[in-house]
């Protein structure tokens, strides 16, 4: 199996990283293509838990749509080298590839010319991606490129996932994807990983609450709202009782850094930038709640944010805007604030900090949703059933 991810490295891309767990330990031979990390994951190289890693440099990552074009060329480019490679050192039956972007399927093309089946992973709808990266974006030729490339996608898959029930309605309409090609694989924490530990007081400075998100830091992930939510908490509510502990990287970094300062939240919102697992996890485990900010929009609404999730899995009540698959995934373990109002945002922030009782039903309820309702056990089923529909008999066995 060749697992192939543009956007985010690996093992730091989590979904992916299960994959290709599951893949192995259903008897598979894993490789992973992906960028390089910025702090993290930057070895060209890896051979990590018998999965071959190989990263390429990403040097046009950047928040313009200037760099959303050299950042999907150039990504192109690197890929396809490295398939070469691997193709060589290690050979491969299936190209599955973890969008965003869409424009991989001529590897698809290709590959078929060598028995090659094709797996289309559909992570992001890039059309609304790019509508919701971009506000001043208008559905121009470029839109209708990423249509147009979502659409060969799905037509040269021989299987496609969905993160979600959204997502798999999108592939069946917009996409004409027949059913009988469509497998829905949720995004899920490693509960191994993502469990409830012991609280460790110091990290909260002193302060006596702690507020903690964990995820990428894009335009789209709405960490900007979290600090007007977290300004308003602060300077509005007059709360200097609330750290605010903000955990991950991303190209908004160095436009979340000013806005940082312009708000003057320096003693109440600490960056940490991307740190390894165990610091990140002590985070999470001696919060008294976490944020998950993604405001409402086109790509959001329908998308499965997989740091929900991971928040559920430690036991954590979580403050959300009003998503419809946010509210899919969580249930009754997050407030759910409407409109993108930061302002409410900030203000169920403390409703939640003020109320120790109600936090600690909704992480009982988010913990108990993972564990018996939608933990990747379920989701590593779903993706082992759809491999087996597109490899003949006595294929799936490593080399």
């Known amino acids: 199996m060749l697992l192939l991810v543009e956007n985010h490295s690996v093992p730091a891309d989590r979904r992916v990283w299960a994959e290709a767990q599951s893949l192995r330990r259903a008897g598979y031979r894993v490789s992973v293509i992906c960028p390089r990390g910025r702090h993290m994951d930057r070895a060209p190289f890896q ?25 999907y060329l150039w990504a192109f480019l690197a890929c396809f080298g490295l398939t070469l490679r691997v193709w060589r050192e290690r050979g491969f039956d299936v190209i599955h590839v973890g969008n965003p972007p869409d424009f991989f399927f001529p590897f698809a093309w290709l590959g078929k010319l060598f028995g090659k089946r094709f797996v289309f992973d559909q992570h992001d709808l890039c059309p609304e991606t790019y509508l919701s990266k971009f506000a001043a974006a208008r559905k121009g030729l470029l839109y209708r490129a990423l249509l ?11 299987l496609v996932i969905a993160t979600n029930e959204s997502y798999r309605d999108v592939g069946r309409t917009r996409g004409g994807v027949p059913e009988e090609r469509l497998y829905v694989v949720r995004n899920s924490p490693n ?45 509005a509510m007059g709360r200097s009782d609330v750290l605010f502990i903000l955990i991950g990287t991303g190209d908004a970094w160095d436009d979340l850094q000013r806005l ?26 001696s919060a008294d709640l976490c944020a998950s900010p993604d405001p409402c929009n086109p790509l959001n609404d329908v998308s499965t944010m997989t740091k929900l999730m991971e928040f ?35 203000r169920a922030i403390v409703e939640l900090l003020d109320d120790p009782e109600r936090r600690r039903l909704m992480g009982d309820l988010g ?27 006595g294929r799936h066995a490593a080399h």
């Open 148 to 158: 147009w490339a979502e659409k060969r996608s799905y037509a040269a898959a021989d």
């Open 191 to 235: 509960r191994e990983l993502f469990r409830p530990r012991p609280v460790d007081p110091a990290l909260k400075r002193g302060f006596e609450h702690m507020v903690c998100y964990v995820g990428v830091m894009a335009q789209q992930d709405g960490v900007d709202y979290l600090l007007r939510a977290a300004h308003h908490v602060v300077h």
């Open 312 to 346: 559920m899995a430690m036991g954590k009540a979580i403050v959300s805007f009003d998503l419809k698959e946010a509210r899919y995934s969580a249930g009754e373990a997050a407030v759910y604030v409407a409109d993108n109002d930061t302002q409410a945002f900030g």
């Open 260 to 285: 940082h300062a312009e708000l003057q939240l320096e003693r109440h919102v600490v960056f940490t930038g991307r740190i390894p697992d165990e610091p990140m996890l002590a985070y999470l485990a």
């Open 367 to 393: 913990l108990r949703r993972i564990r018996d309702e939608i933990g990747w056990e379920k989701s590593e089923e779903q993706l082992c059933a759809a491999y087996e529909q597109i490899l003949p008999n």
């Open 47 to 71: 051979f990590l838990d018998d999965v071959a890693i190989y990263r390429f440099p990403m040097p046009f990552d950047g928040p313009s749509r200037l760099h959303f074009v050299l950042e």
